[in-house]
């Protein structure tokens, strides 16, 4: 209660640090459940008390202020637990994608400078192959994820459970400065090595207060409020799980952690569990939709935030015929991640058809409180909001990384102007909505015009065979570069059409006005699959590789 | 657009400053109303334009940052217009309580330093008393509230409305340190010099963010989103209007200004303009209640914050039975103000019946997110979580007030051990429910046992005859003190009900375990009027002097 360095008359200097959202949370709710699957269950209390007993177990394991601690996990309670206990110790967490190259993870681990990893024993194979080459590791917690555990050759120091089993459950959490860094990891682009963005306490609190604003405090479609039930389908290791643990936790949700993603279990967790909430990337919820399982259950009550990738108008149709509500939500790995949500103004309600909703809730958004957004030419002037004038996607908020780690190059290409540098094109209209129309690298630039590559792809995806697809530049002689559209069909729509069918329809969507006629692909391309990156979006450079 | 001083690979440091919400504002709503009265109207573009021409105006009358404006009006556009306008530029906002005796008005406006006052028409009689004595001030900006402006000795620099005509729609804000002062007030208590209390930019962005999501982010009843109608009942000049205009104009809310508080205008806005949302004191509910006119108005889409003293049972149910939603808001001139919301929280929604709902909302209510408040005893020690053990209500939050404006003697009264300390007694329950029992110096003390005025209070008017009641301590040869309860009755009800019937009430209460039996008052005085104080408070001091 004390607080003996402050003398008589003087303030609290309130900080903004992540122990405060858990005081929050447990203000609102305590019996509250969060569950992992069907094999555990917790209420808010208990999981305060495991946070204080995986703080104190890691403080006996050497943690201390400063020092990385590197998570590799499915979605479960002990990812969230570990989003509090290791921030409110004034160390780092690490959230570790497990879907790198081994190579890869070497790289960030070491690059991050971690001491100690919890890894879930299903992963133990992964990280045998790369222990003799982690020069800061020290120790290694492994979560039981299955009775028996695979023999491995790596030396663990202790099981997850026991470890919080033999701690105190206080922890005498640090009032920490609010600029302190919370939690690092590491994106990948296409090329060059993965770098890593981070983000303070300060920055994630302003995070999860605005969004948490958003989502309940301006009415629109798709609320997201302390009666809501709480599931992630983003990875928790993808920016935080977009940050929505940390809103849930504050609002004090039931929350539900669905471990590997197997489409029945989620199914299953949905109905029994009562889940309102979700977010995924477009891969997940065509999985989901196109299950024959989801036309036995009941998806009314469900909405489902859509980012990573382009919502097609063609899967949130497919989406809310199930009676699903999905709309985009927009960011990067460098901006924690939340930038904008594509729902309604509160004034649009009601004067929205069906049509206008679609078309609204495949853009980009409206910026989420605080965030201020621009889209620039290349001598970073904005231009003018007018839906059709095409530029660099600029950014302001309080949570945007400060720098890529230890990278003050690449660095000087984020930061500019005092403006984030998105590397998206796109346009802004009257009313305030961004439309990303592209990554800066994989515009399509022919005979002087810019042809969008999501433009084409939206456009082919109104085709009812066809499943995903991509457009990428091939380089020609004659305009520079012309576009070339892969695709794949759905399941038995293998004989429904093919290439030159496809080409029809593109030439018919460019005498509708939907699309400049030069943007009409002179080749259109059919294959079984399309290369994604360990993150499950295209890969656009090994597609340019391949059929450039 | 440019930021030039930040080199590039340099971030953006996003600081929580006022410009900040209302950029956010102008995101969601460009058309949305702000309505004075039956007399003017704008959209939130063209309060925006507003405020960057009273910025202008008030740079080309030589106020700089730094600088103190003070504002005496009425709840009005004008007022919101301040609100923006003078923090945004790096000045500080002064709001008047005209409420205030000349000798305070002088004090107050002296003592912040106020260089620039904008004052209503109607106040010009009350500021020509004190204007020579107001030693920083150099010039009076007027806002001409009737057509025919009362003859004036003051001098007058210009009108308002001139003002604004005269100004560039376009002031460019700086981006301030987010520490910077903002606003500031004077609080008087019974005794002693009025005590200047401030907020810095940071605080107020906070408390908009934390008070916009406890009313709307967490399910409850009376929640306040983007879709309701905003209309003020407590004065613009206490404490921000409990910080309800940021709220409001952040979530792009139509905003309803009531100019002066009169019976009919009240209810005739909020019946025309769909007003859906308001706070107040008692009084103010009081009086439209039992006011004829509400019995021919639908007011059961009207939600009630009630703070300023205490709600009592009585007059919730009343307005129940109208379909208003009415529940405790708390916090104080130090706090910003919001500190808790007697909100159900959303695991007790649908199993509290009508008695219990009545019984919660009356709490003084759950901490709103970040902040934090205990009970301690005089050692400053936490005092159980029992709903009965009383001590000091203590209190952090990242928006309370650093300090009393030079007053340093004062200051360390208030800040003890890391704590703003109250002057509130109280308990807290185990669900986290505060409840406060009385100001320290308002606590009847008698035979060792300590007397909550307020429950006093609070069992008296359950009484069908009773309007309002306050309790004091009265000295006492043998007991120390003892209670006495000062009534006033319902109009028509003089003949219903004597001193002696109300005694019997209260021994019946007693009996039935309501109130101890020492609470019990010997004498219970039936008075025309009960002594209050400027913002409307019972003036106990005074009942002391006169009843004691």
Redesign the interface.
């Known amino acids: ?3 003996e360095t ?1 003398q ?5 200097e ?1 900080p ?1 640090i992540i122990k ?1 959202l858990l ?2 949370a447990l ?3 305590t ?2 459940e969060i569950v992992y699957r069907d094999r555990f269950r917790c209420s808010y209390q208990q999981l305060n008390e495991r946070i204080h007993r995986l703080a104190g177990g890691l403080g006996r394991l050497g943690i201390q202020a400063g020092d990385t601690v590197a998570v590799f996990d499915y979605d479960s309670n002990r990812y969230l637990e570990s989003f509090f206990a290791i921030p409110m110790m004034g160390a780092v967490m690490q959230m570790v994608n497990w879907r790198l190259s081994a190579n890869q993870l070497e790289y960030t681990i070491n690059h991050a400078e971690a001491r100690l990893i919890i890894v879930n024993s299903d992963f133990l194979p992964l990280l045998a192959q790369i222990r003799e080459r982690l020069t800061w590791v020290e120790k290694i917690v492994v979560i039981i994820e299955n009775e028996q555990v695979a023999e491995s050759s790596l030396e663990i120091c202790c099981d997850y459970e026991q470890l919080l089993a033999d701690s105190a459950d206080h922890y005498n959490f640090p009032d920490l400065d609010e600029h302190t860094k919370a939690t690092t990891f590491y994106t990948t682009g296409t090329t060059g090595d993965p770098k890593g963005v981070h983000f303070s306490h300060r920055q994630l609190v ?1 995070h999860t ?2 969004l ?2 958003a ?6 479609i798709g609320r997201f ?3 809501d039930v709480y599931m992630p389908l983003t990875p928790m290791f993808h920016v935080h799980a977009w940050g929505l643990p940390y809103v849930a936790t ?3 949700t039931k929350q539900v952690y669905p471990g590997k993603y197997e489409p029945e279990m989620l199914l299953r967790l949905i109905v029994t569990e009562g889940v309102t909430a979700s977010h995924c990337v477009p891969t997940i919820l065509q999985m989901l939709v196109s299950s024959p399982a989801a036309r036995q259950v009941d998806l009314s009550r469900w909405k489902v935030i859509i980012g990573g990738a382009k919502l097609s108008t063609g899967l949130a149709a497919a989406a809310q015929q199930l009676g699903i509500v999905v709309y985009t939500g927009y960011g990067m790995s460098e901006t924690c991640p939340v930038i904008s949500l594509s729902t309604p ?3 649009m ?1 009601g004067s929205l058809d069906d049509d206008a909703l679609l078309n609204l809730v495949v853009k980009t958004g ?2 989420i ?2 965030v ?1 957004f ?1 889209v ?1 030419d290349l001598d ?3 231009l003018p909001h007018d839906g059709q004038t095409v530029g660099e996607i600029v950014f ?3 949570w ?4 890529y780690f230890k990278s ?1 190059a690449k ?2 290409d ?7 540098h998105s590397g998206d094109v796109g346009h802004i209209d009257a009313a ?1 909505y961004l439309q990303v129309t592209d990554r800066i690298k994989d515009v399509i630039k022919t005979g002087g015009e810019w042809i969008s590559s999501l433009d084409l792809e939206n456009c082919i995806s109104r085709h009812p065979a066809v499943l995903e697809a991509a457009a990428i530049g091939v380089p020609d002689d004659k305009w520079g570069e012309r576009p070339l559209l892969i695709v794949t069909l759905k399941p038995g729509q293998e004989e429904a059409v093919d290439s030159k069918g496809l080409q029809e329809f593109m030439a018919d969507a460019a005498k509708q006005g939907l699309i400049p006629r030069y943007a009409v692909p002179d080749k259109i391309l059919v294959v079984a699959e399309l290369p994604k990156t360990s993150v499950g979006k295209l890969n656009k450079r090994m597609m340019r590789q391949e059929f450039g």
């Open positions: 209660m004390g607080h402050l008589v008359g003087e303030c609290y309130y903004l405060k005081t929050t203000t609102y709710a019996d509250q302003l207060l605005s948490a604003l989502l309940g405090s301006y009415e629109t409020r302390s009666d504050m609002l004090a103004k509160t004034s309600l409206l910026p409180p605080l201020e621009e620039v970073g002037q904005p302001r908020a309080p945007l990384t400060r720098d003050p660095t000087r984020l930061w500019r102007d005092g403006w984030l305030g």
